[in-house]
T-cell receptor
Framework: DQQVKQNSPSLSVQEGRISILNCDYT??????FLWYKKYPAEGPTFLISISSIKDKNEDGRFTVFLNKSAKHLSLHIVPSQPGDSAVYFC????????????FGKGTKLTVNP | NAGVTQTPKFQVLKTGQSMTLQCAQDMNHEYMSWYRQDPGMGLRLIHY???????DQGEVPNGYNVSRSTTEDFPLRLLSAAPSQTSVYFC????????????FGDGTRLSIL
C-alpha cells in the first residue's frame, strides 16, 4: 500500500511556463514533506521542504504548497528552465525527522526550450 | 566538501556472494540511512541509524545487515546476494534535529547474476 503517491509519471512544459508537480499521501502521521530532484546516475538532491505547521514554503523559483485536509502537496516551478528537466520525488516522514523517508515513485519533468 | 561518499560506484556479484557497500559522510550528521531504488519505483528504506551504536530496520531489511561504530561511517552488508537485490543503493545523512533534510550520495549500482 503506497503511502506517498505521485500519480503522474511524466510532465512536459515549455520553457518559461509554470510546472506543477503533485503528490498525495495517506498516512496522517506524516508531518514533514520534502521534494528531491534527481538526474540520471546521480543521487537525489534536496530541493525544498515543508512542515505540517505551514501551508506554503518558497525558495526562489520553487514553492511547495501543503493541503493537510486533502493530504495533498504540490511543487510549483516558475519560470521553468530546461535545466529543471529531471525526475522529481516527493517524500514524507513522521515525528519531525527525516531518517525514515517514504518516497513516491517520481515524476519525470521535461522542460522544452 | 565531499558530503556523502559511496563506494564502489558499480559492482557485479554472483548469487551467494557477500559484499559490503561503504558509506561515509563528513558533515558530522547523526542520522544515516540506506535506501534502494528499483526501476520505476521510489526509494525504499532498508536500514537507518540515529547515532553511533544505534540501528533499526526500515521497510525492506531482509538480506541486509548494518552497523554504526562511528558517526562518519554506515556500511551496508549483503550476506548472501540474490538476483532480487539487483538495484541502485543510496546512502543518506541528516542532522539529528527536527525537519532537517537528508543529503544523498551518488549511489552504488549493484548487479547480482
Amino acid at each position: 500500500d503506497q503511502q506517498v503517491k505521485q500519480n503522474s509519471p511524466s510532465l512536459s512544459v515549455q520553457e518559461g511556463r509554470i510546472s506543477i508537480l503533485n503528490c498525495d499521501y495517506t498516512n496522517s502521521m506524516f508531518d514533514y514533506f520534502l521534494w528531491y530532484k534527481k538526474y540520471p546516475a546521480e543521487g537525489p538532491t534536496f530541493l525544498i521542504s515543508i512542515s505540517s505547521i505551514k501551508d506554503k514554503n518558497e525558495d526562489g523559483r520553487f514553492t511547495v504548497f501543503l493541503n493537510k485536509s486533502a493530504k495533498h502537496l504540490s511543487l510549483h516551478i516558475v519560470p521553468s528552465q530546461p535545466g529543471d528537466s529531471a525526475v522529481y520525488f516527493c517524500a514524507a516522514d513522521a515525528q519531525g525527522g527525516s531518517e525514515k523517508l517514504v518516497f513516491g515513485k517520481g515524476t519525470k519533468l521535461t522542460v522544452n526550450p | 566538501n565531499a558530503g556523502v561518499t559511496q563506494t564502489p560506484k558499480f559492482q557485479v556479484l554472483k548469487t551467494g556472494q557477500s559484499m559490503t557497500l561503504q558509506c561515509a559522510q563528513d558533515m558530522n550528521h547523526e542520522y544515516m540511512s540506506w535506501y534502494r531504488q528499483d526501476p520505476g519505483m521510489g526509494l525504499r528504506l532498508i536500514h537507518y541509524s540515529v547515532g553511533a551504536g544505534i540501528t533499526d530496520q526500515g521497510e525492506v531489511p531482509n538480506g541486509y545487515n548494518v552497523s554504526r561504530s562511528t558517526t562518519e561511517d554506515f556500511p551496508l552488508r549483503l550476506l548472501s546476494a540474490a538476483p532480487s537485490q539487483t538495484s541502485v543503493y543510496f546512502c543518506a545523512s541528516s542532522q539529528g534535529f527536527s525537519n532537517q533534510p537528508q543529503h544523498f550520495g551518488d549511489g552504488t549500482r549493484l548487479s547480482i547474476l
